[in-house]
């Protein structure tokens, strides 16, 4: 009983203790020194600690009672022998403005390092706090020179960065790297608040330059690497791949870096690096995963840039692929894909039913069956076989509860009620989705139930509510050209109701998808002219910036368009890369 006492004793003075120094650092945040000096000194009496000593020093100064603050320091030196104080008593001398005795005790300090390298950090470390970057510079060199094995690069190079001068922040994380090359994805780190998009931006070119030349005279993979990174910043993907081809042939193990470069091509529709990488991944790799990956994705980039007459050759091409690996489960995404293209591009649903039905007799995962299933109803909905559709994702959420496919079926279930006209049913799907754990359904939940919630009591009969998920249907369907004709119908007999700006907004998206820029934007600027305060303006912003960035090179109007979205929709879900893109075509050096 007596060692509780004293244990729950100890604790209670340690946990008071522990309050008493946040309140006394809470005074001095708060500007409240005197209060502060008291605490931190009441604190040191009770137990001696260098951080209150140092506390105290610091509150007199801010108290500008420097003799007592110099006493301090002059006590702690008698105490210990620790060189950076000397900085500590230089600094005071500064804010007396004594310079003369300040510049002395400061090369007194460096004369210190000449004595004994081991004390460079501390003194440097010193001068950063007191933002003396340039005497903290001459004490990193002044160590590293005394002493090769040390290494302060990536402090010069943070105090550099300080200064504004870019080059020799990089060329000394580009030196330290070259000692330590684990450090090089913190350097790609430190990088990227210097670099943009723009390959002619200035530092853009002193990196590149710095790298070549360090290519050159030591070629190391990390270079190639770094020089890979940077012209993936700058969307220049064919000579990052020229760098990662350099990696690969160096150590040829593994290609996944170069999927990941595919990958990163495919996301910026640059179809024609991207196959060019792909053929690569397919004459270097034995492994059949790898192979039907590579060989799905220069499939989907056919199938996204094909006309009709394209279409035959391309479903050759798949079939070409089952004679080859086989319609086992190891091909089960191929096979996923084929029946998406045969339902959704040659518009044959019933094949493609018939083809998946098939897949399901194959010995597959819970998983691997749930993803044919949702294809399937995917399939159905096409075919507007609303209730069948609804079996089988049902089927999914019952076999694979709490998953994030799961939630992906119970929001199809949504939709499809949706698609039905049955509005309520879709609402209360969708209320239970709005906290799901994939925020890409969460947010995709949340649109649908807005749409819904706003526009089904305009009319009993809900009207253009239905027209307007009739031509969203027709849209999953790839119906695009009868989807924009039913939205025509919908603007003419619906007009000033609160479905017009989401109207304007779906046909605006389907004058992109049919290449028809110019009608795009008349709708988004219509949006914006006259939906200024909705929930669309900023989408509305968003996507016309991007137009006028990437279809009609018309920067200016982008950069516009990216700054209003900054200073007038500070909420949207656009606003970073907004800001990025702005910042970009401003010519700021900011990734």
């Not at 108290?63 to 600094?91: A, K, T, W």
């Not at 019952?398 to 879709?426: C, H, M, P």
Request: with cysteine.
């Amino acid at each position: 009983m007596r060692q509780i006492i004293i244990s729950l004793t100890l604790l209670y003075c340690g946990l008071m203790f522990s309050q008493s120094e946040q309140l006394a650092d809470d005074y001095f945040k708060r500007g409240e020194f005197d209060k502060a000096l008291l605490s931190y000194q009441k604190l040191n009496e009770n137990k001696k600690n260098s951080k209150y000593i140092y506390r105290i020093i610091e509150t007199l100064q801010q108290l500008e009672r420097y003799e007592e603050s110099q006493q301090q320091i002059m006590q702690r030196m008698g105490e210990i022998n620790y060189p950076p104080l000397l900085v500590d008593l230089g600094y005071n001398y500064q804010l007396k403005d004594s310079l003369g005795l300040a510049n002395k005790y400061y090369d007194e300090a460096i004369q210190k390092v000449i004595e004994k390298p081991a004390y460079t950090y501390g003194i440097a470390k010193k001068f950063e706090d007191y933002s003396l970057l340039e005497q903290a510079l001459t004490t990193y060199k002044k160590g590293m020179e005394l002493n090769p094995d040390l290494n302060f690069n990536m402090q010069m190079a943070r105090i550099y960065g300080e200064q504004g001068n870019i080059e020799l922040l990089f060329s000394n994380y580009i030196d330290y790297v070259e000692s330590k090359p684990s450090f090089l994805n913190t350097a790609k780190r430190a990088f990227s608040d210097f670099v943009s998009e723009n390959k002619d931006n200035e530092n853009n070119m002193i990196l590149r330059t710095l790298l070549l030349k360090k290519s050159q005279s030591n070629p190391e993979p990390h270079w190639n690497d770094m020089l890979s990174w940077l012209y993936i910043q700058q969307k220049e993907y064919n000579k990052a791949f020229i760098q990662e081809k350099a990696i690969y042939r160096r150590n040829q193990e593994s290609l996944s870096r170069i999927l990941d470069l595919a990958l990163t091509t495919v996301k910026q529709k640059e179809y024609k690096v991207a196959n060019e990488i792909f053929e690569f991944v397919l004459e270097n790799s034995q492994d059949i995963d790898t192979r039907l990956t590579a060989n799905q994705y220069m499939l989907e980039m056919d199938i996204e840039n094909a006309d009709g007459k394209q279409l035959e050759e391309i479903d050759k091409k798949f079939n070409d692929l089952f004679d080859q690996y086989g319609k086992y489960e190891q091909t089960i995404a191929l096979q996923i894909a084929y029946g998406n293209f045969l339902a959704f591009n040659k518009q044959e649903p019933k094949q493609a039913s018939d083809f998946l039905k098939k897949s399901l007799d194959l010995q597959l995962s819970t998983f691997q069956e749930a993803t044919v299933k949702l294809k399937l109803g995917d399939i159905l909905v096409f075919q507007e076989r609303f209730n069948e559709a609804l079996i089988y994702y049902t089927q999914i959420q019952a076999n694979l509860k709490n998953s994030t496919i799961s939630q992906e079926a119970r929001f199809k279930v949504a939709k499809t009620s949706y698609y039905k006209g049955d509005f309520a049913w879709a609402e209360s799907q969708l209320k239970i989705l709005k906290s799901s754990t994939s925020q890409l359904i969460a947010n995709d939940a949340l649109e649908l139930k807005l749409l819904i919630s706003d526009n089904k009591d305009e009319d009993s009969l809900q009207t253009a509510l239905k027209l307007y998920s009739k031509a969203d249907l027709m849209s999953f369907q790839n119906k695009n050209k009868e989807a924009i004709t039913l939205i025509d119908k919908i603007l003419n007999e619906h007009k000033g109701e609160t479905i017009e700006d989401q109207a304007l907004y779906m046909q605006a998206k389907l004058y992109e998808k049919t290449k028809q820029i110019d009608k795009a934007v008349a709708n988004y600027q219509y949006i914006i002219d006259n939906y200024r305060d909705e929930i669309l303006a900023d989408d509305a912003h968003f996507y016309l910036a991007e137009l006028y960035q990437n279809q009609l090179e018309q920067p200016e109007k982008a950069k516009e368009l990216y700054e209003k979205i900054i200073f007038n929709h500070e909420d949207s879900i656009y606003f970073i890369e907004a800001r990025k893109r702005f910042r970009m075509l401003r010519g700021d050096a900011i990734n």
